[in-house]
């Protein structure tokens, strides 16, 4: 959703729950998959740069709340990645771990 800006808050609306998927990079942990609720974690607070385009998380629930656009309840998986950088690849491990959320996913989903 990184990259819809605020077209995420078009998607955002319809639901009453959201899931996000996405890389957490948490270095004080040994585990690799990680589950949370948005009230259980602090997000970047945001910057005055502003662009339509690129709207960060914090930034698209504030203006849903500016708004008074129900924010939905949001539950976080995160995979914690061997390393972070740019390329294709992707480490067995975190393939793994991607088939494990996929199945947590279809799990909260009743399939």
Known sequence: GGVMGVDTISLFENYSQVILVDCVNVSNSDEQIFEFQLDDVSLKSNDFRFSL????????????????????????????????GFGLEVSENVKLAVDKVVSRVLEIMNY
Do not use: A, D, Q, S
């Not at 960060?56 to 656009?69: A, G, S």
């Open 53 to 84: 385009h690129e709207l960060n998380l914090n930034t698209v629930l504030t203006l849903m709340e500016t708004l008074k656009i129900e924010v939905p309840r949001i539950l976080f998986l995160g995979i914690k990645p061997e390393k972070v």
